[in-house]
């Protein structure tokens, strides 16, 4: 990164964990703060794109999303460094189980509280369905990786049965990859995101299923109880396995 004086000193180190195609780094030096530098080329370039315009969006709706401190794409490469944000991932974190839950709820609560009219970026179950028929088309997507209800299904059976049957839409404004590694929850239980790149208009369904089974399957079934109570709302056993089953094609 020659043409970033800012990091001539710094130690760049490559992530190998959480990657989405683009390369990811963890840059350190004495006396600065943690950033990281992400670098997409060619078919991700587009992809990063929309991290960093999601990223400043949310930033601006007062969302805790990384500060992005500068962007350059030069010679068919797009590069971005943050800051990071303070805290761990949730499924690495410190604090105790229940005021983990009780946060990781309240944060998706207020994200979901956001008015989806005045986002710009759609996530809709149209536009989810599409980028997974796209995935199943390409051979994109492994079922090896698939939940075990739905171990023996090919990916284009499940995409069938997912187009047949859509369920009505309560559109927020959705993270739209809610795993657990993607937030960053500190000493005091505040909750950031990161891999922002799908966040948009959506179902919140598609936060809430994926974050449920993850919190299930890390913490127990009395967390996943713990995160839907706390959330405030009736669950919807049904569309939760709706949108769990769409999330396996991403």
Not at 215 to 220: A, L, N, R, W
Not at 227 to 234: D, L
Request: glycine share 6%; net charge negative; aromatic share 6%.
């Amino acid at each position: 990164m020659s043409r970033w004086p800012e990091l001539a000193r710094a130690q760049i180190e490559p992530v190998t964990e959480g990657m989405s195609g683009a390369d990811l780094f963890r840059v350190t030096e004495d006396g600065q703060p943690l950033r990281y530098l992400k670098i997409a080329r060619d078919e991700m370039i587009a992809p990063l794109r929309n991290e960093i315009a999601r990223t400043q969006w949310l930033r601006s709706q007062g969302i805790r999303v990384p500060e992005i401190l500068r962007v350059e794409e030069h010679n068919g490469e797009l590069a971005m460094l943050t800051a990071a944000l303070p805290g761990s991932p949730a499924d690495d974190n410190p604090l105790s189980d229940d005021l983990l839950i009780d946060a990781l709820a309240k944060a998706m609560a207020v994200l979901h509280r956001l008015a989806p009219a005045a986002c710009p970026f759609d996530e809709s179950l149209a536009v989810r369905l599409a980028v997974a028929a796209k995935a199943v088309a390409t051979d994109d997507v492994d079922p090896e990786y698939f939940e075990p209800r739905n171990h023996g299904i090919a990916p284009a059976v499940l995409l069938d049965r997912l187009m047949a049957a859509p369920p009505a839409e309560d559109i927020v404004v959705v993270h739209g990859d809610a795993s657990l590694n993607n937030l960053i929850v500190d000493a005091d239980g505040h909750v950031g995101f990161v891999d922002c790149g799908n966040a948009g208009r959506g179902d919140r369904y598609l936060d809430l299923a994926v974050l449920a089974v993850e919190i299930e399957e890390t913490f127990g079934a009395d967390a996943a109880s713990r995160f839907i109570r706390a959330y405030g709302m009736p669950w919807n056993a049904e569309k939760a396995r709706y949108f769990s089953d769409l999330y396996e094609l991403f």
